[in-house]
């Protein structure tokens, strides 16, 4: 069996992305890695360059930043590193320059690969995620973020990235079938120094919005203001070890009040729905085999 990782990152010094964690938790999964770099206001390039490891082949490129409509330059970027990945490899494991995959779920991750290398049936395996926000202490438990997504994909050129990357497509804009497999995404992309993240929301926006609705919509401020969330839980569990030397550097205080969570009367319902009837409103883009 032979595995693929790929991804894409630009200006990943500027914002702090984690993006060398990011590869480093796939990379042992993996027999070759492709990183499709965006011509950068920072050295992404020689940062990505600096890992040295041969498994790892860099691809040049430029973002069309014209493309705004539901942030679709995301997917056509992680379609460009997709589709430079060599013939020979049957998976295919993508990871986001904010996505880091604990060791621990290695075995696992690894066995499933191989369980359903030959089952055809199977186009995608899911995985369930954890979103950290504000700090590597808390998690996001509202509605709104996304409990399951596909991250590894068959070698097949007609899989494409969906909307602004979130998941993927096959063919003529169907579902992949997939297998939930017991293995966590760890999401940081709200875990950053609050300057950082300001900076982001105004310049990522951009990918969604047009100017106006920038200029309208997302305060103008020094730092991001992370208290607004409305519902969080302490995390109890470890990280991965690549993401340690990253966390002791943390050099900002964020912490939430757990009694002043907020429930929305559409997740009190959701869950009321799920709770007794089994109804599951999660968004999927996919389809269980």
């Known amino acids: 069996m032979i595995v693929a990782g790929f991804t894409f990152i630009r200006n990943a010094i500027k914002y702090d992305y984690p993006i060398i ?3 480093h938790s796939v990379l042992p ?3 070759e890695f492709v990183v499709a770099v965006g011509r950068s206001d920072d050295v992404t390039l020689q940062l990505i360059q600096n890992i040295g490891d041969p498994k790892i082949k860099i691809i040049e490129t430029i973002w069309d930043d014209s493309l705004r409509e539901g942030g679709r330059v995301l997917a056509v970027e992680t379609d460009k590193a997709f589709q430079a990945i060599s013939d020979k490899a049957d998976w295919c494991f993508y990871i986001q320059g904010d996505e880091v995959v604990h060791e621990k779920y290695h075995t696992t991750i690894l066995n499933d690969m191989q369980k359903y290398k030959d089952d055809k049936r199977v186009e995608g395996l899911l995985f369930k995620y954890r979103h ?5 202490d808390y998690v996001a438990t509202s509605s709104g973020w996304y409990k399951n997504e596909i991250r590894i994909v068959r070698n097949d050129k007609s899989v494409y990235s969906f909307r602004d990357a979130q998941g993927f497509r096959i063919g003529d804009d169907r579902m992949l079938r997939v297998k939930a497999i017991d293995a966590y995404i760890h999401h940081y992309g709200w ?3 609050p300057a950082n993240m300001q900076a982001k929301q105004e310049t990522f926006q951009k990918l969604w919005h047009g100017d106006e609705w920038v200029e309208a919509n997302v305060p103008k401020r020094e730092a991001f203001d992370y208290s607004g969330i409305d519902r969080l839980a302490k995390y109890d569990g470890t990280h991965p070890a690549v993401m340690l030397d990253r966390i002791e550097r943390l050099n900002w ?3 939430h009040d757990l ?3 907020k ?3 559409k997740d009190r319902c959701k869950e009321w729905a799920n709770k007794y009837f089994g109804l599951d409103f999660n968004y999927k883009n996919y389809v269980k085999v």
């Open 259 to 261: 009694s002043k969570n």
């Open 253 to 255: 205080t964020f912490d």
């Open 132 to 136: 950290f926000y504000g700090s590597y």
């Open 21 to 23: 964690e990011a590869i």
């Open 191 to 193: 875990v950053k120094p």
């Open 263 to 265: 429930i929305s009367f």
């Open 29 to 31: 999964l993996c027999d």
